[in-house]
């Protein structure tokens, strides 16, 4: 819906934005090039999944990714014939198994995340302070209110708000939150 009192291709702050998203998608995927070994984006998700909650099992892996517990199990083999995921019995529950990242896991989500920053430092680089000072204040406007309408759980599956500029380093979480698609 345009806005009065704004003019030209900001007429729509929607489609703004989503024209804004698919460039940061475009963006994003470049982070994904020439990392070995290639992981899927369903990989992907998983492995951010298990970052943000060490020790998470598979039952709530499941649920973080919205799929069902054969497909995650059969997921769980592929990153752990990878090298990048290790499953163990969880020491308070032998029947249950807890999913940790290896340090090659690590390191494969430090690499797309540096080629990442690499990308987005280069079109900041291109921009007037200025108007990153108004994209920064921006998206955290934006961030902030996407969190009014998703505030217990998080966004919902599928929904991408890794926008605001955040450390390129693990996120610790006490708790899973939904992992975005494209992560």
């Known amino acids: 819906m345009a806005r009065p009192g704004r003019s030209g291709a900001y007429e729509d702050p929607a489609a703004a934005l989503s024209a804004a998203a698919e ?9 994904q090039d020439g990392v070995e070994p ?18 998470i099992n598979l039952r709530t892996l499941s649920d973080v990714l919205g799929s069902r517990p054969p497909s995650v199990t059969r997921l769980c083999d592929r990153l752990e014939a990878m090298g990048l995921l290790i499953r163990s019995p969880r020491p308070s529950s032998r029947r249950e198994v807890e999913l940790r990242l290896t340090p090659r896991g690590r390191a494969l989500l430090d690499e797309r995340r540096a080629i990442r920053m690499r990308e987005l430092s280069a079109v900041l680089g291109r921009m007037a302070p200025e108007a990153v000072d108004a994209l920064i204040a921006g998206l955290t406007a934006f961030r902030a209110a996407a969190a009014e309408s998703y505030p217990a759980d998080g966004p919902p599956a599928g929904t991408d708000t890794s926008a605001a500029p955040a450390s390129p380093g693990p996120r610790a979480t006490s708790a899973p939150a939904r992992v975005p698609d494209s992560a």
Do not use: C, I, M
């Open 38 to 55: 290639a992981v899927s984006p369903s990989q992907l998700r998983a492995l951010l999944a298990v970052e943000g909650a060490e020790g």
């Open 23 to 31: 460039l940061l998608a475009v963006l994003h995927a470049r982070g």
